[in-house]
């Protein structure tokens, strides 16, 4: 099956969708994209309308009936963004500065959604989880 093209109309979107949720045991992975992020509320709310379990990358995704997102923690990324910035305004040459990668990931997980999924999401991932939503 091919992956949803987020600059598509939302009829596109939600054919995509039906499509990925009449397979068995299908189920949705919605990657980081600035057009995913704007179509967000459009693919929380078709997973939910055809129960077909979804990951996302963000919390923002499971704080609006998602199931579950793993990704960057950004509060973090954002504050060594300012570390970075207050190291550039004191004169370091930012392409003398190394990149870095993000070191600190959250799981999240809607209970909620779960059920109405009628899914069990086993104890062992909820104690790994950094926050459930009830």
Same mark, same amino acid.
């Given at each position: 099956?091919? #992956? ?23 189920? $949705? ?23 077909? #379990? ?22 973090? $990324? ?23 990668? #993000?070191?600190?990931?959250? $799981? ?10 009628? $899914?069990?999401? #086993? ?12």
């Amino acid at each position: 099956m091919s #992956p949803i093209n987020t600059h598509d109309k939302a009829s596109d979107i939600e054919r995509a969708i039906s499509d990925f949720a009449r397979e068995p045991n299908g189920g $949705l992975i919605a990657t980081a994209s600035s057009s995913g992020n704007a179509r967000r509320e459009l693919i929380v709310s078709l997973a939910a309308r055809y129960k077909l #379990p979804a990951v996302y990358f963000n919390r923002d995704q499971v704080s609006s009936g998602g199931l579950i997102s793993y990704g960057s923690d950004y509060t973090d $990324l954002y504050r060594r963004a300012a570390s970075y910035v207050d190291r550039i305004l004191k004169g370091e040459k930012p392409a003398e500065m190394p990149v870095q990668a #993000p070191n600190k990931y959250e $799981l999240v997980i809607n209970l909620k959604t779960a059920k109405a999924l009628g $899914l069990a999401i #086993p104890p062992s991932v909820l104690a790994r989880a950094d926050e459930v939503i009830e």
